[in-house]
Nanobody, 123 residues
Framework: VQLQASGGGLVQAGGSLRLSCAASGRTFSGYAMGWFRKAPGKEREFVAAINRSGGNTYYADSVKGRFTISRDNAKNTVYLQMSSLKPEDMAVYYC?????????????????WGQGTLVTVSS
């Protein structure tokens, strides 16, 4: 599986962005999907995850109520809608795929990772 993340950019605090992650292959629906982020000087952290069907979603406390993860299995794409962005949300965002069960920890390995897309939030 190859993952291609896009949609990052520069946004003012309080603004919105939608990230997309397009996956190759015909088994996308067999993968749980996650979004992670890494800010300069910080460790990579979990942001959001969604199970294979899209029926269950999980969020880090820091983004709960502001970010929404969704997926379209017909389009092999997972999305991260980000609203009310804060300067502390600024990071490189990575999408990841994990065969089978969803995982919400950086300690649980994901099988495939995208290349990352940079989100910059100006205050």
């Amino acid at each position: 599986v190859q993952l291609q993340a896009s949609g990052g950019g520069l946004v003012q605090a309080g603004g919105s962005l939608r990230l997309s992650c397009a996956a190759s292959g015909r088994t996308f629906s067999g993968y749980a999907m996650g979004w992670f982020r890494k800010a300069p000087g910080k460790e990579r952290e979990f942001v959001a995850a969604i199970n294979r069907s899209g029926g269950n979603t999980y969020y880090a406390d820091s983004v709960k109520g502001r970010f929404t993860i969704s997926r379209d299995n017909a389009k092999n794409t997972v999305y991260l809608q980000m609203s009310s962005l804060k300067p502390e949300d600024m990071a490189v965002y990575y999408c990841a795929a994990r065969w089978g069960m969803v995982a919400t920890s950086t300690l649980t390995p994901y099988d495939y990772w995208g290349q990352g897309t940079l989100v910059t939030v100006s205050s």
